[in-house]
């Protein structure tokens, strides 16, 4: 780490690299250049052209198509590359010590994310996972409630992330439906990890759990309006069935085939004396129900995002003028960053990762198996050697 | 049945039994006295009190304290009692060849609904059972869409409902948490039928399921701030994760304990080429995705109930003037009548009826068990006798 | 008055004229035959064939094709016709001693309205109109709040009662485009009574006005697809700038044209500590803002309604289960019930409606002068005699 | 300009300025640095410490707390300062040859608002107006929807923009209630500039209108709990009746007392096949409803936000994620570079602001005279020249 600098290698340059690389500059300006200044280094992507493109337009100072030459001139990367390149990446960015903010899902299959987690805890750098609806202000506000402990335990959360990208049956296939690339996890893979952080972060660890999936889709053509098709290797939809360890339950469901929702990551937690709810594609609401309200005068209260409400006045003073997705990656950084600066980790951190990594491979465990799972989130042994099949994706 | 009248004795004249005896009245007005002009007969509490001043209010020709009275001079009974009396009075009902419709949940267990069921069908007589959700023009209107085809086969569903009734820790006991009363269903027994009535409504019968319930307020006063504690006998919560024989799948959740809400009953469904959406507190609306709209105008519409939708214009002709859920228990009775009228049963019948029992207990026993429940629907084997427990209701 | 019974004579059996039909059987029944029973003596309907058909489905003793028989057999009349039939309908019941329930707009004009008023007057019976909304559980909540002065005083007020019955151009010339029949006013005649009706209640007598109307559908097809059109003789869209005479101010806006409204009569009236709001297609909803939430946790509460709020609980005692129109004309009924039999008028009473009638009145004046009205709710002088026009409808 | 560079001098680092300086930075990342680069050149701010602390944050070259030596080294200028320094700063820009983007209201008075876009047309530069709701990529769409026709012509529009900054009675006293300082025009200067400049922007010039206004909350504190208190110098709420060149009509209103409306600016616009609506707490939707949906599927439908919609594809490709007030900054910003690569202005333009301070205006007199008032759009007469009091800003 030069003087005060935190120079950053971004590894990925499509839609969500593209957002963290957008974030590397507003993240300065947005909050000041403190504790540390982001320095936007280095851009690595596979895509030569893009790679220029998207250096240039970002304001890297340099770019190139070997993520390895990316390592060595920064402080920290940002993996924003498809599962089944992070281990590779990650763990030889941790062995360089260099900081780790890792998109979700973290590796290829929960036993990858394992051995990132134990490279980055050996290295003793600094982990983060791109968990951006945590970041959310309203959210964190829910948190800041229940902390506070005016709406009592929580009870039962209902949680569900819902699109519907794949929702057209002719679709074509992508690398997110094929096992290799992707892992054994579709939807869950995808929307889960952040329905399920959500989920442990508002109500904490998840004790046991039964599962269901489905791939109703189960061939799409191999591009658009292209014969033959080709299967599709992972699931449209999951649900579960959730018990947590302070004793509250709950349900969650996961679909990308979801025709009309778009970003329907939504929840609702009912607690002892009150009731919190958020839907995604309203982010910048919480619903609050409080039970010392008057029997004529309760109900939901459509609370619109202000200053009271963590980091939102930072962006903008006034209420409910709104942020957006960018603006929760921009948050998402500094915490980052922040936590570079004080040697630790972002909250979830990559052992957290790993554990919702084996919350969503339990759900697809117990939906073939056809019994509940119990402590799922922990892991099954002594770390298991890299398979075949997990090593495909170097 | 006396001259193309049907008379019906009301038997129970609590919160839901008012709402019948008002149907009973308003039935003859809203559709006309065809094919069968309601009368209201008698009206049998057993609260003396209770019963004369309702058969007045709501205008019976007479009351009595004695069900069994009451059964003599009428052609139909509506079965509006908690149901620990309903297979007693159920059975004696169809035995003197009287018609029946009864409220839910049907009998303290299945295995009460399915010998109520068995009678009625030996008596040859319409029965129908008190889902009254499945009136409402708006969920009907939801099933002619999917018949039309419009929008494809159902893929997945999400149900719930959710009450608050029992939301206070500190609210006293009721016989809806006595298990000899109530049965062994707490939440799904009240609510559960509802919901599960619509997933099976939209989606048909349920192939398997798995479940999970909780208690959370375990003791409660026995009255308003009295000590000591009573033990609730059954549940506040209950989910499942639901394979229809279809191939659809689904989420449903109950709960009695729900802050803030008061009636919410809401599902969506994820079709093949569009999504359907409702929720109970603006029960005359309807969503509806169509994922041929182009892109930039496509959403959600919010379709007010009108004319198109069945039986509204039968209330009001003009758009969005609502119907209560006093409207929607006379459009129930409606049925009723009409399938008397033409020799057959409601759909949903008894034998649904027993087959959402079946439901229930499954979501309890695989909550239990840990495991997946299949052929949940289907009756255990030969039907069981009357146990102790269950004839406590007596 | 016969014995504790209030016998009623309808008179027009249209879409209103039945929704009061069906109030007069259920009001004995979901408020108790008491002050005095409500009996459906006589139905009125110049077409003898739906004069049969309704009185058998409404279950009125008798009918008849003419109003001034169903008068002499009863002890009130609910003049249900089109408005230019009014006058001389209500001048003639009032003579013979029988109270009135008439529907709104009252009279072709506000000088027939005064001579109705004057005639009810003289002859000291009970009169009332019909202000449906006013009469919606949630709207007198809204009162109530006002009343109990938590809210502080009104403010600012903003409504509008928009409906799309005639967006169509090419819907079909009507009644109520015919001055003749249905008076100067258009949109304000129909759908301006209601929301001046609900501004006037919540925030008093307006002291000063601006207008402005146009007609955008100019000329109609006499008759669906039928050649040639005829010019369309009132406004399809006011809209009016108010002054109250509290101080309070306001905007009111209606439209007959405003595609995809239904049933859009909604207002927002700001207070000194707090606001309200409500929207008639969610008419069981009411919004209220308190002031005094703290930052973070403020914001509108969507209150559902429940036993809380007036005459709800008569209907259903568990809460958000929702009343429909017809339960609100059932509550206008029993209103205007208590009133007879307390020997006042129901607020608004028919002195009320003059005011309103002018109001709208000085809405069109002031868009045709270009110039503010003060004191619009003042007769202008001494009744002014029956002209030809408003004759017409006799 | 220097070689395809754009050269930025911000005047004034309060809220507003600040989502300035963070557009400069965003603008050349999200769009990319073309046509021009944008860069930071110099921040200026009366208040040293908040110049000094803001160019180091939001990364200027350098700053200043004189903004005439901002001026110097520039291209182009971002006032967003208070209004009665617009005059001075915006003529002085002008005539150096700098490029003006200036906050609303322009100038403290509509003749101050014509002396700088006169000052601008004879300089030739390019100048826009930070009406930054016009940027929001659903109002852009709606208009995209308007220009296409499939709507048809607007026929009635009804606007608002409500805030509560100002609804505690008791809130202090500041430059904005001022009519030194802020101009004759409250709520209507801060926000009827964007709704009205809304209206304008969907139905076109308005040709007449008559106007209410009021003040509520007279006497403020000079600061928090302070006596004696200072009277209120202009208004907190008006309403106005519009007449559009079209035909078209409409009603507005503004408020800065609206308890609980934190960012309302909304709209609905009714054409002659469908309806446009838009609330801007939820301003990453619109609703839409279409005459040609079948009545039974009929209704408004909530588009969230996708790249089908204008520019929201450069910040994010996937639908529904959501942009923030900043982003519209940006895209605001986007819009002025690019007119200053093409050598025109951004429409609305200064000379169209002065359109808008007239409207302002002429709500007010209206409301003082009582009378509709005719072309409030053009200019008086000759330029009046500038007063004492317009003069005291500088």
């Not at 770019?63 to 390895?68: E, F």
């Not at 299959?109 to 983060?128: K, V, W």
């Not at 042994?381 to 090593?391: I, K, L, N």
Request: overall charge negative; aromatic content about 6%; charged content about 25%.
């Amino acid at each position: 780490m030069t003087n005060e600098s935190l120079r950053f290698g971004l590894i990925g340059a499509g839609f969500i690299g593209q957002s963290h690389g957008l974030a590397i500059n507003a993240v300065n300006r947005v909050f000041g250049p403190r504790p540390l200044r982001a320095v936007a280094t280095v851009l690595a992507d596979l895509d030569e052209r893009r790679a220029r493109a998207q250096a240039e337009r970002l304001g890297f100072e340099r770019w190139t198509v070997d993520w390895r030459e990316a390592l060595e001139a920064v402080d920290a990367v940002i993996i924003a590359v498809p599962s089944f390149m992070h281990m590779e990446i990650a763990v030889a960015a941790a062995t360089a010590g260099k900081h780790i903010l890792c998109e979700k899902p973290v590796g290829l299959s929960s036993h990858q994310a394992t051995r990132i987690a134990a490279a980055a805890a050996a290295a003793e750098i600094t982990s983060a996972v791109g968990f951006t609806y945590l970041r959310a202000p309203m959210i964190r506000h829910a948190k800041t409630l229940l902390d506070r402990g005016d709406l009592g335990r929580p009870i039962h959360f209902r949680g569900r992330h819902a699109e519907d990208y794949l929702a057209d049956a002719d679709a074509p296939f992508s690398w997110r439906l094929d096992a290799k690339l992707a892992g054994r996890c579709g939807a869950l893979g995808d929307l889960g990890w952040h329905i399920i952080a959500i989920a442990r972060y508002l109500c904490g660890p998840i004790s046991s759990l039964s599962g269901l999936t489905g791939t109703f889709h189960r061939t799409r053509p191999e591009a658009e309006g292209v014969q033959p098709r080709r299967e599709v290797e992972n699931e449209d939809w999951a649900g579960a069935l959730l018990q947590f360890g302070t004793g509250a339950v709950g349900t969650i469901e996961v679909s990308r085939i979801a025709h009309g929702r778009k970003m329907d990551i939504a929840f609702e937690l009912v607690c002892e004396n009150g009731t919190l709810a958020l839907a995604g594609e309203r982010l910048n609401e919480l619903q609050l129900y409080i039970d010392s309200d008057p029997v004529g005068e309760s109900g939901f209260r459509t609370i619109h995002v202000n200053s009271a409400h963590p980091d939102y006045g930072a962006f903008v003073p006034a209420p409910a003028h709104g942020l957006g997705f960018n603006d929760l990656k921009t948050i998402e950084l500094r915490e980052f960053i922040v936590a570079v600066a004080a040697g630790r980790n972002v909250d979830p951190d990559l052992e957290q990762a790993c554990r919702i990594a084996r919350v969503c491979e339990a759900i697809i465990d117990s939906a073939e198996g056809g019994t509940t799972i119990t402590a799922p989130e922990q892991a099954p042994g002594p770390a298991a050697p890299v398979t075949d099949r997990e090593a495909v994706g170097r």
